[in-house]
């Protein structure tokens, strides 16, 4: 279970974690399922008010792993070729020549996604889907490591669109950033005192980012070799048939109009080999399962109208199906 360098999956997820706690305080539980997300190679949804560090957490990992960020601001004039790029006439040449987007990076920062209208929106799920850009019929392949890290304010819905079910299902997890305990907001504070100006938070990595003469620097080989380490991690058949049956049982539920679909059930096993992977063990247990269920399924899951007028949320309902299906022994 060693990734590059000689270091196990725990050791890599606590060293990550650690530093980017330097920066980004108060969402230690979301730094963790960010990192997961990216061992496991899937994309992540990040929702919460404007503030809470969404984008800071995106380019903070981006820079402690030496990976390419870009970052795009969604708008209703956005465009597919602003993300994609686009087939541009050289006069000089007299051939097109292709533009690539800022789609051609390793970690996409795509920042209040449903803020821009669903033809753009839909122009993702080839990429996400397929990590590739098809372009006037030609395919262009993004990065290995190529991950969407997605941010939505779940207040303002002047102006926004909604994500179609088929997008949301195409992200690994969305976290809820919600606004740090008051001891850790106390903490923020206590970081900006005796600075002369606002300044930029990232400018903290500067003390949590090693030398490189210190040997222990982390890049993308170390993500590549820690997906490589998810093949030695087993799931039982009776921890299979319980993740199974999480996904069906959502399925039959009363206020529940779509449930978990396969694709979703796919994705909770694989996000629990990761959560078993970074508790140092290569075998799944059902309490990896659970603590990755809701941030798996809580956006894939669509509720009845009378169930939203009545405040019920879809973590409400997994609460619900983690409590009534049988944990295998």
């Known amino acids: 279970m060693e990734t590059g360098q000689g270091r196990t999956v725990p050791e890599l997820v606590d060293y990550l974690q650690n530093r980017a706690e330097r920066v980004v305080v108060g969402q230690g539980e979301n730094l963790q399922l960010l990192l997961l997300a990216l061992i496991c190679g899937g994309h992540i949804l990040l929702e919460g008010v404007p503030g809470t560090a ?4 995106a ?85 290995e490591v190529f991950t969407v890290i997605a941010t939505q304010n779940p207040i303002e819905y002047e102006g926004t669109y909604r994500l179609p079910e088929a997008q949301l299902d195409r992200f690994l997890l969305k976290l809820d950033v919600s606004y740090p305990p008051p001891e850790e907001e106390d903490r923020i504070l206590g970081l900006y005192q005796g600075r002369g ?26 993500i590549l070799h820690a997906r490589a380490a998810m093949a030695t991690v087993v799931a039982k058949p009776e921890v299979g048939s319980y ?15 779509m449930g978990a679909s396969s694709r979703a059930a796919v994705h909770l096993l694989q996000a629990s080999k ?56």
């Open 274 to 329: 990761v959560r078993a992977l970074m508790s140092g063990r290569t075998f799944v247990i059902p309490d990896d399962v659970k603590r990755v269920c809701r941030p798996v399924l809580r956006h894939r899951l669509t509720l009845q109208p009378d169930a939203y007028l009545e405040g019920y949320k879809t973590d409400d309902v997994l609460t619900t199906v983690l409590e009534k299906v049988e944990v295998p022994r």
């Open 59 to 143: 380019r903070t990992m981006a820079q402690l792993l030496g990976i390419d960020c870009k970052r795009v601001q969604f708008t209703p004039d956005l465009m597919p070729s602003d993300i994609l790029g686009t087939n541009v006439f050289n006069m000089q040449s007299a051939h097109f020549e292709f533009r690539p987007g800022p789609i051609f990076t390793d970690l996409l920062v795509a920042d209040e996604i449903n803020r821009t209208p669903p033809k753009t929106q839909s122009a993702l799920l080839e990429v996400m889907e397929e990590r590739t850009v098809t372009i006037d019929g030609v395919s262009h392949p993004l990065s």
């Open 197 to 222: 100006g606002l300044g930029h938070p990232l400018d903290m990595l500067k003390t949590a980012t090693p030398a490189p003469d210190d040997g222990i620097l982390v890049n993308r080989a170390d």
């Open 54 to 57: 969404k984008t800071l957490m």
């Open 243 to 257: 993740i199974g049956k999480i996904a069906r049982f959502t399925r039959q539920m009363d206020r529940v109009l």
